[in-house]
């Protein structure tokens, strides 16, 4: 049988024959696998725009900002478009110089990737052994789990605390002699709550040095509490801690795939050593150099998100919801009926998050339009359910 064949049939065919007997796929693929399922990105627009019936769809669902890229990135991006056939510069060599220099740290310790979603599965690729333990909280950032599964770790799944928030002292009092990682997601997805300098600091004296600690800030640009611990703060470069931001929300370029942060030299060796050699595609990079440029557009930005997460508020008390205080782009909305609202939402062309029947949803904040039209469609389903 010839390999193209066997490309063409496969997906259909979990038992074709090669060489003369049957190919058995659960014996080639690696059986931890078994009980995961593909990641499931939020409902896209194209979906719900027949199922509403409208064409003014509101995805809130997968925490985007609702602008395009910054102009210069733009522009940045057109002029490399005809030099498309060149592979990328593999290292993203200007792209880690630039971060290094803005964030005073040496290049040596900077790490970008096809996202910050490609950053933790190649942390968790470097770091983690068959029956490692991995401490999270819980709810929290779905890939976690996910890279946790892959490479055959343990899940220490620490609950948020009263208030959705990170609860530091379990999490270090969960830690043992086989913990390998524990991710902390500050601000939360999905709850945007943050946890502060004061117990970030408790929990860094208690971890001991064979846990290497993920800081996840993904969302770090859009926070104005100023008790927030920026990650980098205590970023030495001989302390395993490693922190994480991209290029995804506040600077507009989730399609692109480009992710940072910032990790002890020895570490970023050694991502380099397993990641793809052109992990970051040249667009991205021209794109991430650019937006880096415009601190303007991301304080203007911060504003706003933050003038329309307060019009979302006392409209949520308006109508009697209860949320979750958020640092974030995104609010996460108290429901007894998360199935019926998200429903109803979608019905008024509103995309939110929704957790299967976890009692909550995470309503996205878009521009001020979408906000409007958000505060609308939750009138709407209060008036018709009686209550969220
Ligand atoms: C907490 C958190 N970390 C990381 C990511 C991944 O972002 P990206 O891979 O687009 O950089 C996301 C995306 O939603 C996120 O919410």
């Known amino acids: 049988m010839t390999l193209a064949y066997r490309a063409r049939v496969g997906d259909n ?4 024959r090669a060489g003369g007997s049957a190919v058995s796929w659960d014996r080639l693929i690696r059986e931890e696998l078994e009980g995961l399922s593909p990641y499931t ?11 509403a019936g409208r064409d003014d769809i509101c995805k809130l669902s997968s925490n985007e900002h609702p602008d395009g890229p910054v102009p210069s990135a733009i522009e940045a991006m057109r002029a490399e478009l005809g030099g498309l056939n060149r592979y990328p510069e593999g290292a993203a060599v200007a792209l880690r110089e630039k971060l290094a220099t803005r964030f005073d740290v040496s290049s040596d310790q900077v790490l970008v990737g096809a996202g910050s979603n490609e950053l933790l599965r190649l942390l968790a690729q470097v770091v983690l052994r068959p029956g490692d333990e991995v401490v999270y909280a819980w ?30 002292s379990a999490m270090a009092a969960a830690i043992t002699g086989r913990t390998r990682i524990v991710f902390l997601c500050n601000p939360n997805n999905p709850t945007g709550t943050i946890y502060h300098r004061a117990e970030f600091e408790e929990f860094l004296a208690a971890v001991p040095p064979h846990v290497l600690v993920v800081v996840d ?20 470069g001989v302390r395993p801690l490693v922190v994480l931001r991209t290029f995804s929300k506040i600077y507009s370029l989730a399609g692109l795939r480009v992710g940072y942060g910032f990790a002890p030299a020895a570490l970023v ?15 991205a990079q021209v794109a991430a150099l650019a937006s880096l440029d415009d601190e303007a ?18 409209s949520f008390d308006r109508l009697g919801i209860t949320w979750v205080p958020s640092e974030a782009n995104f609010v996460y909305v108290m429901t ?9 939402l979608l019905e008024q062309g509103v995309i939110v998050r929704d957790f299967g029947t976890a009692p909550a949803l995470r309503v996205g904040i878009g521009s001020p339009e979408e906000t409007r039209r958000t505060v609308e469609a939750f009138e709407a389903v209060v008036s018709r359910l009686g209550s969220v």
């Not at 557009?297 to 006392?314: D, G, I, M, P, W």
């Not at 007894?336 to 109803?344: L, N, Q, Y």
């Open 297 to 314: 557009e991301v304080s203007r930005r911060r504003a706003e998100n933050q003038e329309q997460k307060t019009y979302l508020h006392s």
């Open 41 to 51: 990105p939020g409902l896209r627009e194209e979906q719900v725009r027949e199922r």
């Open 217 to 236: 800030e993904a969302y770090y640009e859009f926070v104005t509490d100023a008790g927030y611990p920026d990650g980098l703060d205590y970023f030495d």
């Open 13 to 16: 065919a979990p038992h074709i």
């Open 139 to 168: 709810p929290s950032f779905v890939v976690y789990p996910m890279v946790t599964n892959i490479f055959q770790a343990a899940h220490v799944k620490v609950p948020l605390a009263p208030g959705e928030v990170h609860d530091l």
């Open 269 to 283: 060796r050694a991502v380099d050593c397993v990641r793809e050699p052109f992990n970051v595609n040249t667009l």
């Open 336 to 344: 007894e009926r998360p199935v019926e609202v998200f429903d109803a």
